[in-house]
């Protein structure tokens, strides 16, 4: 399972509110190419960083982060035939664009009916969820080039303005400033 709902127990509370963020609000995402769209409701479950080799692997990074949502709340808007499925584990599956191949989805019937995990970088405008990553999944698993500690001493090159992407909308706005 993509979100860690494995290692949760019946003892998991997700991170508490924090109260300067929207409690209610639609969120918009989709694909870099525009072809899938969707966006859900307010309030999430959980948003967190994946560390499995499962994600790591087919993201091709040091990590995912992933935010939770009842599948009630969620609404494909555009593109569900333009999705890939992907069978990942014997219970999960992960869905993405077919043409850009933008991770989007990943679900497991089984340990995770009720909720989809979004890929939290499909996301178009991350200040409008209700909450920050709050916790990295299979920590022991991670891999060790890729630091997620601000004060790791790696040097932090700035984004030239030029290239700069701004927030990314897919379709005619992919790869533009979005001034």
């Not at 860690?4 to 924090?18: D, I, K, T, Y």
């Not at 994600?55 to 999705?83: F, P, T």
């Not at 890729?146 to 030029?162: C, F, H, Q, Y």
Request: with cysteine.
């Amino acid at each position: 399972s993509c979100s860690g709902s494995a290692l949760r127990g019946p003892n998991f509370r997700p991170m508490a509110e924090v109260a300067d963020l929207p409690k209610t609000g639609t969120v918009t995402g989709g694909c870099f190419c525009g072809k899938v769209k969707y966006e859900f409701e307010l309030p999430t479950l959980f948003v967190g960083h994946c560390h499995c080799s499962m994600c790591r692997r087919i993201s091709g990074a040091g990590y995912v982060s992933w935010v939770g949502v009842n599948k009630d709340q969620v609404k494909v808007l555009q593109g569900a035939d333009e999705m890939h499925t992907f069978k990942s584990s014997p219970n999960g599956y992960r869905r993405s664009c077919k043409d850009c191949l933008s991770p989007i989805f990943c679900n497991d019937d089984t340990a995770h009916p009720e909720f989809d995990d979004i890929n939290l970088a499909s996301v178009h405008d991350v200040n409008k969820l209700d909450r920050r990553p709050h916790e990295h999944w299979y920590w022991t698993d991670r891999c060790v080039w890729a630091s997620v500690n601000p004060e790791d001493g790696i040097k932090r090159l700035e984004t030239d303005p030029k290239l700069s992407p701004g927030i990314q909308t897919g379709g005619d706005m992919a790869g533009k400033p979005s001034n």
